[in-house]
């Protein structure tokens, strides 16, 4: 099947199924790949494929896409990567289709396991018609941010994704999503400089290093090997299947014991994790953004003050007692955890609160112009409902805050 | 050429204007055709345009003060540039030509309290000294090393533009035969014709000052020519090496260095010389596969995508700055200089939260300049030189030489980020041009020295009008915003002198 008869197919379904231009599932769901369809109105969409595989499923990022991939691709196979097969039957993710593999992005063994089946029939799997090999789309979304050494940031982000690229690139895929990072780009010199969509690299200690070289190896692949792949950048993400570390986040805010680090007029973007899905899923599903990268986040970036008070005010919303203070320091504080957190990493150790409130004095906003123009990106969540439905989601999990 | 023709040094004169460049040379301009008796007191020499090659070696001995060699201490320490010569920075500059943005005139009038500050006067300003300058685009294609920047910038999708330049072009000229309508081609001239006299060569010493109204100018007569303007001209032949010159107000429009140094020499006090500004600058020199290197002009492209924090544009880059550029990693970078026609210099401005102080020493002429960067400027720049070798990237360098001390060669995205990594402001070879700010203008006495006229607050009579007077640093090329605040103030100047006039006589 071809782009152009993709296209039609797309756009036909769309208005066989939204009639009245409000695009919902059945169970009432907003569709937004298909609202960004509408929206955007000349993107182009590939129809999904036949099968689609993830790794990293059982991380946050992985968890939210898998959960709307099973939703939305009835039809098609799923294939995960994880790394332990009880982490699947705790999410009951049990459905004919999905095939779970379990191992590790930093095996070549294992990743040519995850892989197997896809005889490297990549260029008619791109769409030429006449060929029946069905076509597979990769989601890359393992990715280590708070390892217990600064050599697991190398392992699975830059060998890991070497890994990936590497079978992918032999496996004939039709398109990559590479999920990386702001933390190759640094932080904005000033409070309101905002990042660009194409920035150079300024990678942010062993983190940002070990995703910049993830960045490098896919786009390498891409300039030498014609692999089809898109890099997705989302900075600070947040919403259901958060981990511990951000359930302390909310802790902090409602004791008023968030450290508020200098002027709070810092700013950053972040991303509600279904944003983020959506995102990613219009990477995979834009046909001719092969090399390019997009920054995915929320609408706006929000200053710290901001934030601070619409956590403080969603968890109000939801019944908690939120003080909606917070703990003022000054800005000496980011730079002497900045410094230790150098040192730290430095002798190949790890702290993350250390490394996190080294981060705070400093902002870290992008701007998504790119991803609305190119892929159709339209962020629908903004940070309090974000915040809402990811307190919801605690106290339904039985996470106490 | 003999407008500039001066007799003797005169006794007296009601104005003296100190310094000829774009503030002195309008001042001195308006005030002689308001009938005014005025002496411009000019240190450095008239040399006519066109005598010598722009941006050479020979030009920076002439007509550059301290040849080229100026610093601002600090850490780092920043060059700066300054000219020395009738029409001073005018004569050597690029020639670019920006208007005050009029979100800037607002901002200036709010933080400083300048009165009467009027968007329309303002503007009504520009457009006269802009026809009187023929401010005007490149005839045709713009330079190489112009249109690779543009390039750059359009295939990253950021913001540029062709800057005007005070340029006049010969019938079917392109790009490079421009005319520079710098001082002693307009305002000079003009400021002659009705009958101010211009000395050259004459460094004024200090203010007589007594009960806030300066009476006198004393100043000293340098070697070589004095009252001159070309080599068929008298020389001094008078034995006095020192002189007065008795006058009713004097306009101090000696940059934004000398302006202040000489307040304080002649004891004035208040807020002089605390708040020195300008744009700290960060370069790079690029190689491209095609020939870019223009030798005597720079391009007119800029890139505004980050303004008013960051600003990139191109630099002078004969062979001789080339490897200048080349010196920060001369072991690594020497390679490029034999290829030189294919290198080109461009830089990255930024608007600087660091302060400087310029101070009179006893005994010396020049001042002690120092400038601090902060946290912020030290990013900033560093952010404005990774972005910057993006574009040069994206416009087509096969190899960019950062200038910094170890700094790599940059060929790709990768190097980049280690360049990023590796940057420190410590090392970098930063130097400026655009140097404001030390007697603001406005109503606000804990800051500003100087009414919102320029007028010194503590004085009568004396007037500064020149760079000096901005708040701050502009963000855009500051020399429009310096002659249109110079001109607004002489015409101040000569409409409150005629009402006092008449008032006296009435």
Redesign the interface.
């Known amino acids: 099947m071809t782009n152009e008869t993709d296209q039609h197919t797309a756009s036909a379904s769309a208005s066989a199924n939204f009639p009245d231009g409000s695009p919902t599932f059945p169970d009432g769901s907003a569709d937004p790949i298909a609202a960004a369809v509408v929206a955007a109105g000349t993107t182009q969409r590939s129809e999904s494929p036949a099968l689609t595989l993830v790794t990293g499923a059982a991380g946050w990022v992985g968890r939210a896409l898998v959960e709307r991939l099973l939703a939305t691709r009835q039809d098609g196979r799923i294939r995960i990567l994880v790394r332990n097969a009880g982490d699947i039957d705790a999410f009951g993710w049990r459905r004919p289709g999905l095939e779970v593999v379990v191992g590790d992005v930093t095996r070549i063994g294992d990743v040519e396991r995850f892989f197997a089946g896809l005889s490297g029939g990549g260029e008619s799997a791109t769409g030429a018609s006449g060929s029946h090999v069905p076509s597979t789309d990769v989601i890359h979304a393992a990715g280590v941010i708070h390892p217990e050494s600064v050599a697991g940031f190398y392992a699975v982000n830059t060998e890991g994704t070497k890994n990936i690229v590497a079978t992918a690139r032999r496996s004939g895929v039709r398109r990559l999503v590479h999920v990386s990072s702001n933390s190759?780009f640094?932080?904005?010199?000033?409070h309101?400089?905002v990042f660009?969509?194409?920035?150079?690299?300024?990678?942010y200690f062993n983190y940002g290093i070990s995703k910049?070289q993830g960045e490098?190896a896919v786009?390498e692949a891409v300039r030498a090997d014609g692999l089809d792949a898109v890099i997705v950048r989302p900075p600070w993400f947040y919403g259901p299947f958060q981990p511990a570390r951000q359930t302390v986040f909310f802790t902090m805010i409602k004791k008023g014991r968030f450290p508020v680090l200098a002027s709070g007029e810092q700013r950053r973007s972040m991303v509600y994790i279904d944003n983020l899905v959506d995102g990613i899923i219009a990477a995979e599903l834009t046909p001719g953004v092969a090399g390019k990268g997009y920054w995915i986040a929320d609408a706006k970036p929000y200053s710290i003050n901001e934030i601070v008070a619409t956590v403080a005010s969603a968890l109000r919303d939801e019944g908690y007692d939120a003080s909606g203070k917070s703990l003022r320091a000054p800005g000496i504080v980011g730079k002497v955890a900045e410094f230790a957190d150098k040192l730290l990493q430095g002798s190949g150790r790890y702290n993350q609160q250390i490394h996190v409130l080294g981060e705070m004095d400093k902002t870290i906003a992008c701007d998504i112009s790119?991803a609305r123009a190119e892929l159709g990106y339209d962020p629908k969540i903004d940070l309090h409902e974000g915040m809402r439905r990811s307190i919801q989601w605690c106290k339904q999990n039985g996470i106490e805050l | 050429m003999s407008t500039h023709m001066n007799g003797p040094v005169p006794y007296e004169t009601d104005v003296v204007v100190v310094g000829s460049g774009a503030g002195g040379a309008t001042t001195a301009a308006l005030l002689a055709e308001a009938g005014f008796s005025v002496v411009v007191l000019e240190e450095g020499r008239w040399i006519p345009q066109g005598a010598l090659r722009p941006f050479s070696l020979e030009q920076m001995t002439q007509q550059y003060r301290g040849g080229g060699v100026t610093v601002a201490l600090g850490r780092p320490s920043i060059a700066y540039a300054e000219g020395r010569c009738a029409g001073g920075g005018t004569e050597i500059n690029s020639g670019l030509y920006i208007r005050p943005p009029t979100e800037l005139l607002h901002r200036w009038r709010r933080d400083f309290h300048i009165s009467d500050l009027d968007d329309d006067e303002i503007a009504e300003i520009c457009a006269e000294v802009e026809s009187s300058l023929s401010v005007g685009f490149v005839p045709g294609r713009p330079t190489a090393a112009s249109e690779r920047l543009r390039d750059g910038a359009i295939a990253?999708?950021?913001q540029q533009n062709e800057a005007p330049r005070w340029m006049t072009y010969p019938p079917s000229g392109d790009a490079t035969s421009g005319r520079r309508q710098s001082m002693t081609e307009t305002y000079l001239p003009r400021g002659i014709r009705a009958g101010a006299q211009l000395v050259t060569g004459c460094v004024v010493d200090r203010l007589e000052i007594q009960h806030g109204r300066v009476s006198a100018v004393s100043y000293r007569l340098n070697d070589g020519p004095v009252a001159s303007g070309s080599k068929s001209e008298p020389q001094h032949t008078g034995a006095t090496r020192t002189g007065r010159i008795r006058c009713g107000a004097v306009f101090v429009c000696a940059g934004a260095i000398h302006s202040p140094a000489l307040l304080q020499r002649s004891g004035i006090g208040g807020p002089i010389g605390r708040t020195l500004a300008f744009h700290p600058t960060v370069k790079l020199a690029a190689r491209f596969p095609q020939v870019v290197n223009v030798d005597d002009d720079v391009p007119v492209h800029q890139v505004k995508?980050?303004s008013p924090?960051?600003s990139f544009g191109g630099s002078a880059s004969n062979s001789g700055l080339v490897a200048l550029a080349l010196s920060d990693h001369w072991q690594v970078f020497k390679d490029a200089v034999t290829d030189w026609q294919h290198v080109a210099v461009y830089y990255a401005a930024i608007t600087s939260q660091g302060k400087g102080r310029v101070r009179s020493i006893p005994g010396f002429h020049d001042p002690l300049v120092t400038y601090h960067l902060t946290g912020?400027d030290r990013?900033?720049l560093?952010?404005?030189l990774?972005?910057l070798?993006?574009t040069m990237l994206q416009a087509g360098a096969t190899e960019v030489y950062p200038s910094f001390r170890g700094a790599p060669v940059v060929r790709n995205?990768?190097d980049?980020?280690a360049m990023?990594?590796s940057f420190s402001a410590m090392k970098a070879s930063l130097m400026t041009v655009h140097l404001c700010s030390t007697v603001p203008l406005g109503e606000d006495r804990d800051r500003c020295a100087a009414d919102s006229f320029g007028r010194i607050h503590s004085t009568a009579n004396v007037y500064v009008n020149d760079a000096s007077l901005l708040p701050t640093a502009p963000g855009v090329n500051p020399q429009g915003s310096v002659m249109a605040f110079a001109i607004r103030n002489a015409r101040r100047f000569i409409a409150t002198a005629h009402r006092r006039t008449a008032r006296t006589s009435a």
């Open positions: 190759p640094g932080t904005n010199p000033t309101d400089d660009r969509n194409d920035e150079p690299y300024r990678p910049m490098l786009l790119a | 990253l999708g950021w995508e980050f924090n960051i912020r990013h900033v560093r952010s404005g990774g972005r070798g993006l995205r990768a980049l980020g990023q990594q």
